[in-house]
């Protein structure tokens, strides 16, 4: 009997109305949410996920705004513009779209990032809270992720789970969600050899590497929840992701489908820990 498929859109659509009511409520306190987000450059990925963001925010209810810098823009000019936004009372959530130009030193950008304001979880501070699984914002992926797993699987604890992809964006924070949780991580990546002799140990087996149907059926554990991180295009124009979903959807007991799976929790996460930075700055400790 082949698994079933785990619905992010309908999980994530279910979010949404959660945080328009909340948007709402704001609203009537005189307060309107809002993300902004910074795009250096113009990367067609890249301008396709800002734009479902905004998107997403004004169908909340919330204010967005995009700031698209040109590639040319020095290290200097970037990092006072995001000074400028962590000023500005009305700005709640501040976004960097990545990848940036290789000229600009990413780390020191989003170190730049008030905490406070860091929806995307990515600075250090909120990175070392999560790690010691305190109250922060995590990273959107790896956070609507748990919440997929735990749609479907009422007790993590205890399962045992492999990660493929060792990023600072989706890799290495849910490895660390996960084992806050009780599970038991193992990371596997590049240079991990005989990948198979890992991921068919796998209770739950989750892909972040961008790399088109790289897991197999024969590489899955009969009954095991497959979450599919990675998306590309393929030449045919068709999109992808990691898993051979054809194939690992007879062995598996849930999976994610590419696209709505991850994509549509991500922004759902997103816009769950702007309405949080918009929560703490107007009414700090509450």
Request: net charge positive.
């Amino acid at each position: 009997m082949p698994g079933k498929i785990i619905d992010g859109k309908q999980i994530a659509d279910f979010i949404l109305v959660r945080v328009r009511t909340e948007v709402a409520e704001f609203k009537k306190k005189g307060v309107v949410p809002k993300l902004v987000v910074i795009q250096v450059g113009d990367d067609p990925g890249s301008t396709i996920y800002v734009n479902r963001k905004k998107k997403t925010c004004l169908e909340l209810g919330m204010d967005s705004e995009v700031k698209r810098f040109p590639v040319s823009i020095t290290y200097e000019d970037l990092l006072n513009e995001i000074k400028k936004l962590n000023a500005d009372r009305k700005v709640h959530g501040i976004l960097v779209q990545l990848p940036l130009p290789e000229h600009l030193n990413h780390k020191k950008v989003l170190e730049t990032v008030d905490p406070a304001k860091d929806v995307d979880g990515l600075h250090p501070y909120n990175q070392g809270k999560n790690l010691l699984g305190k109250e922060c914002f995590q990273p959107a992926t790896p956070r609507g992720i748990v919440t997929l797993l735990e749609s479907v699987i009422p007790e993590l604890e205890g399962k045992n789970v492999v990660v493929i992809g060792r990023s600072n964006i989706v890799g290495k924070p849910i490895a660390v969600m996960l084992l806050n949780r009780g599970c038991t991580v193992t990371i596997c990546h590049s240079k991990t050899k005989e990948l198979s002799d890992f991921t068919t140990r796998a209770d739950i087996l989750i892909s972040a590497v961008g790399k088109p149907k790289l897991v197999k059926a024969d590489m899955v554990k009969k009954g095991a929840v497959v979450i599919d991180v990675g998306i590309s295009r393929l030449d045919n124009g068709k999109l992808a992701g990691d898993v051979d979903f054809d194939e690992v959807i007879k062995k598996a007991s849930w999976i994610t489908p590419v696209p709505k799976g991850v994509g549509p929790m991500t922004i759902a996460s997103l816009m769950e820990n702007t309405i949080k930075a918009c929560r703490d700055i107007e009414w700090p400790g509450k």
